[in-house]
C-alpha cells in the first residue's frame, strides 16, 4: 500500500516514492540501529527495496507500525504510518498518527508524529529527539514552514 | 519489561482523572516503545492480547501532541473513545471466553 501524504511538493514526484522533506529532517533523530548497514555502494530499485521489505522488514515494522500503510522513498528509506488516531474538534485538523522510518541502507530506524488535516496534508510533526524532549513544527495547508514551538 | 492490559487502562484512565498527566503517559509509552525497539524484551499479557495493548500503548505515545502552544490536540472525549475502542474488545473478547466457557460446561456436565 502507497500513502501519499507529504507535507511539502516536492514529496509530491511519484505514487510510490519521494523526495524527503529537508525542513524536518534535520531535526527528527536516530532512536536507534535495527540491523547491519548495506554496502553503501548499493542503490537499490524501489522494486527492490519493496521485495527486501515485503520479505525481511515488512512483517515486523508493517505489524507495528504500518497499518496506515507504508512508503518507499527515493533514499533508500521506507516509511511505515500508522492510523490516524482522531482528533473530533471541529477544527482542521483531523487527527495524528505515527511514523516510522526504517533506512534499508543503514539499518536505522527514526519516528515522529505528524497531525494531519481533514484535507490529509501534514500539518505539523513532532520528532522525538535523544534527550527526551519534544518540539512541534507547523505548516500551512500548502506544505510551507509557519514556525514550532 | 511487562505490559499488561490492565496497566494500559491504568493509564488511560489515570490520564482523564487528571492522576497523570498527558506528557507522563507519553513518556510511559515511549519507554514501553524503546524497550520493544530496543531491547525487544516487552512481554505481554494477556499475550493474545498483544495487538490490543500495543495499539493502546501508541496511542498514548503522544497523546501530549498539541495543535498550538498550551492546547492539546485531543479532547477528553477522544481519549475516552480511544480507550474504549483499542481495549473495551479485549474485555469483550474476555466475556465472550467465559461466556463459551459457560456454555461448554453446559453441554458437557
Request: glycine letters at 22%.
Given at each position: 500500500m502507497t500513502v501519499d501524504v507529504a507535507p511539502s511538493p516536492e514529496n509530491r514526484v511519484g505514487a510510490g516514492a519521494t523526495s524527503e522533506r529537508p525542513a524536518f529532517a534535520a531535526v527528527v533523530v536516530q532512536i536507534k540501529q535495527a540491523s547491519p548497514p548495506v554496502s553503501a555502494g548499493l542503490r537499490l530499485s524501489h522494486e527492490r527495496l519493496h521485495e527486501i521489505d515485503r520479505a525481511f522488514f515488512g512483517p515486523f515494522f508493517r505489524e507495528k507500525y504500518g497499518r496506515g500503510g507504508d512508503k518507499a522513498l527515493e533514499n533508500d528509506r521506507i516509511r511505515y504510518y500508522g492510523l490516524i488516531q482522531p482528533a473530533?474538534?471541529?477544527?482542521e485538523l483531523a487527527g495524528r498518527r505515527y511514523v516510522h522510518e526504517f533506512d534499508t541502507m543503514t539499518g536505522c530506524t527514526r519516528g515522529w508524529h505528524e497531525t494531519v488535516d481533514r484535507a490529509g496534508n501534514v500539518r505539523q510533526i513532532r520528532p522525538e529527539r535523544n534527550d527526551g524532549t519534544t518540539r512541534h513544527y507547523q505548516f500551512d495547508s500548502n506544505g510551507r514552514y509557519r514556525g514550532s514551538w | 519489561m511487562h505490559v499488561d492490559l490492565q496497566t494500559v487502562r491504568r493509564v488511560f484512565e489515570d490520564v482523564l482523572s487528571g492522576a497523570m498527566s498527558r506528557e507522563q503517559a507519553d513518556r510511559w509509552a515511549y519507554a514501553v516503545l524503546l524497550q520493544e525497539e530496543e531491547a525487544g524484551v516487552v512481554t505481554h499479557s494477556p499475550f493474545h492480547e498483544r495487538e490490543r495493548i500495543w495499539a493502546g500503548v501508541m496511542y498514548l505515545?503522544?497523546?501530549?501532541?498539541?495543535?498550538?502552544?498550551?492546547?492539546?490536540?485531543?479532547s477528553d472525549d477522544d481519549i475516552s473513545a480511544a480507550m474504549n475502542a483499542k481495549l473495551d474488545e479485549v474485555a469483550d473478547s474476555g466475556v465472550a471466553m467465559l461466556q463459551r466457557a459457560s456454555t461448554m460446561g453446559r453441554r458437557n456436565p
Open positions: 473530533n474538534d471541529g477544527g | 505515545y503522544g497523546v501530549d501532541t498539541m495543535k498550538a502552544p498550551g492546547e492539546y490536540l485531543h
